[in-house]
């Protein structure tokens, strides 16, 4: 059965949300960044114009920046799944969007931070902090592609807003550094951006997908971590699960299929792909994929985070080995909506990363993978040869 979780409450004409009275007592987090701005506390970095306004959880208005941004990237999609950056970048110059990818970028070392726990606070909030910092004084605005790194900056902030002592040590390491304590106006993962972008991809969407079936996956670490900042929609499931995902397939032409275990981890849990990786591994094929199978028959599923994207995908090769119910094809949205746009599935999506078979999907959609297959070894053999050092954005962007 799924697991019954606090929803928004809407108005009876449902025209307006309507926030408990608790919620509103606690949630001061914007209130106090300004107020420690004025303090000479920190430096607040403003969202730019041209932005999009979003409800969140219990209706604020979240900005969120359709571009001049600064792209955090996740080390796990880097490592593992690099067509999920390449694929955020190309949806960038395909809407004309500025963008900044920076080189002077870390790891938010999250992981770190929730596997092993063997950090401490200052070094975690001053890891943060210098990234940034870094963004600040590029001039561009901070997009966050991981899901953890997004989750684990909102609590970051939180430590931040609500301790001085903190606030005190990361300041003194910031000096060192020669940077400023910056915080950013508002804190905001990349699928919040493609949600306000959905309906500019969709006018240049060149497949069809109306024949697509799709299940999604909410990341946790984007709608359980500081639950209060995800964007929700009352038009998407009733305001009762985080829209942005559901919405961007629907503007795709995508039907979106429900199962009963969507609010179940991936199965990634941090320590468990550490510690425990067969219960992973179980976990993400008989809790999600079989589910997924079994109830809605998907033709691919959407998520929006490293981990969950690894995980579902690559977990799926033991599953197959003992004959379950598996066999679907995940990737992020960024990669689906790129597709559905006309990128090419290996040198932009970059699919010969994943595991899970995904060639019905391709050819359901109208995509002659098999052709795109036979370019992209052309560009390896290139690069064999010495023809070409690597591939470029103009080889990405060709069509």
């Known amino acids: 059965m799924p697991i019954e979780i606090e929803i928004p409450i809407l108005s009876a004409d449902k025209r307006e949300w309507k926030r408990p009275a608790e919620d509103i007592e606690k949630d001061h987090t914007h209130e106090l960044l300004f107020e420690l701005e004025a303090q000479g506390e920190l430096v607040v970095q403003r969202v730019p114009e041209p932005y999009s306004e979003v409800d969140t959880k219990y209706g604020r208005k979240k900005k969120i920046p359709l571009q001049h941004t600064w792209h955090h990237k996740s080390c796990g ?9 390449t694929s955020i970048f190309w949806l960038h110059r395909q809407l004309g969007l500025e963008y900044n ?15 092993s726990a063997t950090s401490n606070a200052a070094a975690q909030a001053a890891v943060a902090v210098r990234n940034f910092a870094a ?22 902030r939180h430590e931040l807003l609500h301790h001085a002592d903190l606030r005190k040590q990361v300041r003194e390491i910031m000096a060192k550094l020669g940077k400023q304590l910056v915080l950013p106006e508002e804190i905001v993962h990349y699928s919040e951006w493609v949600h306000v972008i959905r309906d500019r991809a969709a006018q240049k969407r060149v497949y069809d997908c109306s ?11 984007y709608h359980k971590l500081v639950a209060e900042d995800a964007i929700y929609d009352r038009e998407i499931y009733g305001g009762q699960r985080s829209a942005i995902v559901t919405s961007t397939l629907q503007a795709l032409g995508v039907n979106v299929a429900d199962y009963s275990t969507w609010f179940d981890c991936c199965g990634f849990g941090f320590r468990h ?3 425990q990786r067969d219960f992973t591994r179980s976990f993400a094929t008989m809790r999600k994929i079989e589910v997924m199978k079994n109830e809605a028959n998907p033709d691919v599923t959407i998520t929006h ?26 990737m992020s949205e960024a990669q689906f909506v790129a597709l559905a746009m006309g990128a090419h599935p290996y040198r932009v999506v970059q ?32 690069i064999k040869s010495g023809k070409k050092e690597f591939l470029t954005w103009e080889d990405a962007d060709a069509k």
């Open 351 to 382: 699919l010969h990363w994943h595991t899970t078979e995904y060639g019905a999907l391709l050819e359901k959609m109208g995509i002659d993978w098999k052709t795109r297959w036979e370019e992209f070894q052309g560009d390896l053999e290139a």
């Open 211 to 221: 024949k697509i079936t799709a299940t999604v996956h909410p990341a946790c670490h």
């Open 77 to 85: 999609q880097c490592g593992h799944i690099p067509g999920y950056s």
């Open 273 to 275: 792909i550490l510690v």
């Open 135 to 156: 963004a600040y004084e590029s001039g561009y605005f901070p997009l966050i592609h991981c899901g953890t790194s997004f989750g684990h900056y909102k609590e970051t």
């Open 305 to 330: 985070d490293t981990g969950c994207v690894t995980t579902l995908d690559k977990s799926q090769f033991a599953a197959k080995a003992h004959d379950r119910n598996v066999g679907v094809p995940v």
């Open 101 to 115: 990818d920076p080189k002077d970028q870390t790891s938010c070392t999250a992981w770190n931070y929730y596997a």
